[in-house]
């Protein structure tokens, strides 16, 4: 699993341009060093003939690259311009929580990077530029620089072809719920499943209180939680799940077999949002909330939330059989070491119901999200084994008592309770 740290900076916006300008400057030094020694090699044999040929194509390279240095923030503008638009109506068609899909997007980062690392070059190398054009008096031809400069110019013009293509389809509402879904799968694969369910713990022995701020428990440290569980020889258990609002007092760990170690409140991230870290309920609260705004009034689009149900039906299909309620970290690589961290998890009622049941208040009107949910619904139903039925058979006859509330003739209530995988088609 990714370090809380490793996934933090993803969802950050500067690391990437930061880091990238950093480097741009180590770049920038060890060309300067490589155009020196070239100069002083000619110098040294005599070369000057070679080395006022030099000077003047590190002359005509300059023009290009004072071009681009005036030229490029304004092309950076237009990066941002576009980036701040695309979020803005992503925000309000599909849901503000999608926002972080085009924060994290590694080619909207790395365009931004490398436009701004090729302006920062582009100025270092004009300040490497001598007013001394004799051959026998330079003692530096930036021409390494220049060439280093031309090929992010290059790069800087691929990126923002691959951006603008990527930027387009972060629009289409097929293609976030597709991203959102992803990310789900992701945060499923990630969590060790073990059959059983987790045994009995013995007696509390400790707590751990949250000092911090408050705010949603984003995620928590599991390499350093398992790592001083073992060496203390204790279990811990993670009280609030992820996604939950905590507050300074609130217990966050309980621990048993002994007292509680000190410092492992640090390891604890609570943030404003919540996110897909180690969350497995935040895809559906996604897709539920960008089905639900399809269905509002003022958008009434049921075909985005078919899409949506598509993709609810397909994770909770993947989750059919698995042991939900709480995960187990265990010792070792190969998780067959005693169990040192529990987590717990939504149950299989709690994730059927944040799936289907804001949407099912606001299908009775529209047919084709009802025929698609009561055959996402039997879908599940022929999957699921016996003790998971209740919650999609509570579903399906609540659809149903909402259909034949709100439709008043025979025919298109017969039409809407008719189970179809394309809703209408």
């Known amino acids: 699993m990714l370090s809380p740290l490793r996934e933090h900076l993803r969802d950050t916006f500067w690391f990437a341009p930061v880091a990238t300008m950093a480097l741009v400057l180590v770049v920038w030094w060890l060309c300067e060093g490589t155009d020196r020694a070239i100069v002083d090699a000619l110098r040294e044999e005599g070369e000057y003939e070679a080395l006022g040929e030099l000077v003047g194509i590190a002359e005509d390279a300059k023009t290009v690259v004072t071009t681009v240095s005036s030229a490029m923030m304004t092309f950076i503008g237009v990066v ?87 930027t387009l389809r972060l629009m289409r509402v097929g293609h976030v719920v597709d991203r959102i879904t992803q990310e789900a799968f992701r945060v499923l694969t990630k969590m060790p499943w073990y059959e059983g369910g987790v045994g009995d713990l013995g007696p509390v022995t400790g707590h751990v209180v949250h000092r911090g701020r408050a705010g949603v428990l984003r995620d928590v440290n599991v390499v350093r939680f398992v790592r001083v569980a073992r060496r203390h020889g204790l279990v811990l258990r993670v009280l609030p799940r992820t996604g939950d609002f905590v507050v300074p007092g609130t217990p966050v760990l309980a621990v048993y077999g002994g007292p509680a170690p000190k410092g492992l409140g640090t390891s604890v991230s609570v943030g404003i949002e919540r996110t897909f870290h180690q969350d497995l309920g935040f895809g559906l609260r996604q897709l539920s909330d960008i089905g639900l705004r399809a269905l509002s009034p003022a958008v009434n689009d049921p075909t985005t939330a078919v899409q949506c149900l598509d993709r609810i039906v397909q994770f ?110």
């Open 80 to 166: 941002f311009s576009i980036s701040l638009v695309a979020v803005q109506m992503a925000s309000g068609q599909f849901s503000p929580r999608v926002v972080r899909i085009f924060i994290r997007s590694r080619i909207t980062k790395a365009t931004f990077s490398v436009f701004l690392a090729t302006f920062v070059l582009s100025l270092l190398v004009l300040t490497s530029y001598e007013s001394e054009t004799d051959p026998q008096l330079v003692t530096g031809v930036p021409l390494a620089q220049s060439i280093v400069t031309l090929v992010l110019v290059g790069l800087s013009l691929l990126l923002f072809v691959a951006y603008v293509n990527s």
């Open 316 to 425: 909770l299909a993947a989750l059919a059989h698995r042991p939900l309620g709480a995960v187990e970290y265990r010792e070792g690589r190969d998780g067959r070491g005693p169990v040192r961290l529990v987590q717990d998890v939504p149950e299989w009622a709690d994730l059927v119901d944040l799936g289907f049941a804001e949407m099912r208040g606001a299908a009775g009107s529209s047919p084709q999200v009802s025929r698609r949910m009561l055959a996402g619904l039997d879908d599940l139903l022929s999957m699921v084994p016996e003790e998971r039925r209740e919650p999609l058979l509570r579903h399906r006859a609540l659809l149903v008592e909402l259909v034949e509330l709100t439709v008043p003739a025979a025919a298109d209530r017969a039409f809407a309770l008719e189970p179809d995988r394309q809703g209408i088609g």
